[in-house]
Structure formats: structure tokens, C-alpha cells
């Protein structure tokens, strides 16, 4: 059993990375308003070219790497009043909110590694000022999708397994 703890400590941890990894992208989208709001002011005319462009991607992959983090700090929105009040059921509702989650986040996740390959393929270009491969800001959107399909899996095989989630928010509403 101590082998199957260090992955559950590894997927962990991974879904922490994922969550850093956003807030690293959300102090970017800062950098970017804050730098184009001084080269404003200061009236250089020195502007960040595609400098909202940026930011949207940033925000993108903010939004999609974050996604596991959040399901397992449980800020994710869940029907907990209809859960409760499942009683000695609520399991194996449970098993399949997760089940349907994790085949939902499998499906996103195999179209946007898919879309993203594609975009590599065919040199897709932004439209923008900045031109850049739409690959790249792809690949955030890709790897938060694939974080969240694991982190479903993880739940429901945790919940087989050790008959309860990682979610951790749980621990405050259970009566």
C-alpha cells in the first residue's frame, strides 16, 4: 500500500504544481496591464505588441491549470445539499458524478492535445499583432485538461479503493 500512497502524494503534488503554475500566469496577466498602463502614462509610445493577446493566453492557461487544483480543494460547484441527502447512497452517487466527470474531462482532454497537434501541424498563426503559433498558448490549455482528467480518475479510483475522495472541502460539510 505505500507504493499506491506515493503516487496519490505524486498526484498531489502534481495538482499543486498545476495550481501554481496558474497563479504564475495570473501575476503575468498583472505584469502585462501593468507594463502597457505605464508605457500609457509615461506617453513613450513603447507598447507591449500583442500585449492583450498575450494576456488572453495567459488567462486560458491560468483558467485550465488551475482546474484540478480547485476539483480537489473542492472549489469546484457541487451539488452537496443533494449529496447529503442521499444517506447511505451518497457513494455510489458519488461514483457516478465521478465517473461521468472523468469520462467529460477525458473527452476535453483528447480534443485539445488533438486540436493543439493540429495547430503545430498546419502552423497555425494568431491572428494578431503578435503572430504567434497558436500551439503554444495551446499546450497550457492541453496539459490543464489532462491534469483534470487524472484528477476525476484519481477520485473515482480513490473512491474505490479507500472508499472516499481527495476533495477536501468535504471535511467541513459532513455531519
Not at 496519490?8 to 496591464?33: K, S
Not at 507591449?48 to 460547484?77: D, E, K, Q, T, W
Not at 497537434?117 to 498546419?122: A, G, I, L, N, R
Amino acid at each position: 500500500m505505500t507504493g499506491y500512497r506515493r503516487v496519490l502524494r505524486f498526484l498531489d503534488g502534481l495538482y499543486v504544481a498545476g495550481g501554481v503554475l496558474a497563479a504564475l500566469f495570473l501575476i503575468a496577466i498583472l505584469v502585462l496591464i501593468v507594463v502597457q498602463m505605464v508605457a500609457r502614462w509615461t506617453g513613450t509610445g513603447q507598447y507591449v505588441s500583442g500585449a492583450p493577446n498575450y494576456a488572453g493566453y495567459c488567462m486560458a492557461a491560468a483558467s485550465f491549470l488551475a482546474f484540478a487544483h480547485a476539483l480537489n480543494r473542492g472549489s469546484h460547484i457541487r451539488v452537496s445539499l443533494l449529496l447529503n441527502a442521499m444517506g447511505k447512497h451518497r457513494r455510489w452517487l458519488e461514483i457516478w458524478c465521478f465517473a461521468v466527470g472523468a469520462a467529460a474531462a477525458t473527452y476535453l482532454a483528447w480534443y485539445a492535445v488533438k486540436a493543439t497537434m493540429w495547430s503545430k501541424k498546419f502552423n497555425d498563426i494568431s491572428q494578431g499583432q503578435d503572430a504567434t503559433p497558436l500551439w503554444i498558448p495551446q499546450l497550457g490549455m492541453s496539459i490543464g485538461a489532462i491534469l483534470l482528467a487524472i484528477c476525476f480518475w484519481d477520485n473515482l479510483v480513490r473512491l474505490f479503493v479507500l472508499k472516499k475522495h481527495a476533495i477536501e472541502a468535504e471535511k467541513l460539510r459532513q455531519h
